[in-house]
């Protein structure tokens, strides 16, 4: 069998939209039911899922109206989650209703910007390129200095420098 047979063969991912139209079809008597069997291929990266806040609202309501041992894990196993998703729909819930049931970008919230940090780190980096080019500046004439010292050169002082 070669590989353009196999994945004419492979059958269809079900999906909510297919397995309705099956459920639905079977009840009418028109069509007869099959087995749709998930696609086995593994998707190359991924994709989280996200949940409305009314959605979230819903799955919260409906598990605080379970009262049978059971039912609420009957509840998330019917919507697909997991009881961690409950625990912390139920804490964003009584911490601040619909709007702490809003999704939220995840990650580090970004810090407000002073306005004067870029004219601080501007004059840091000018003050840092100051000092060098001193620093550069005094080694020379330090180098000078023992150059005329050890050949006997006399330096001249400047006119109002009479304090060294």
């Known amino acids: 069998m070669t590989r353009g047979e196999q994945s004419e063969r ?7 939209e297919t397995s309705a139209a099956v459920e639905e079809a079977s009840l ?3 069509v007869r039911l099959t087995t749709v069997r998930p696609d086995p291929e593994v998707v190359e990266r991924p994709v989280r899922r996200t949940f409305t806040a009314e959605f979230k609202r819903r799955v919260v309501e409906e598990a605080e109206a379970c009262r049978q041992p059971g039912e609420v894990g009957a509840l998330l196993r019917r919507q697909g989650l997991y009881s961690s998703h409950l625990v912390a729909w139920r804490r964003q ?8 049931l809003a999704p939220r970008k995840r990650g580090r919230t970004p810090q407000a ?10 004059l840091e980096r ?3 390129r100051v000092e060098q ?3 550069q500046a005094e080694t020379i004439i330090e180098f000078q200095k023992k150059v005329s010292e050890l050949w006997g050169i006399p330096l001249r002082r400047p006119d109002g420098d009479e304090s060294d």
């Open 113 to 122: 910007l002073n306005p004067l940090a870029a004219t601080v780190a501007k």
């Open 28 to 30: 009418s008597g028109s």
């Open 126 to 128: 000018d003050k840092a």
């Open 93 to 100: 819930w009584k911490a601040g209703s619909l709007a702490g």
């Open 133 to 135: 080019r001193l620093k």
């Open 10 to 16: 492979r059958p269809q991912v079900e999906t909510a």
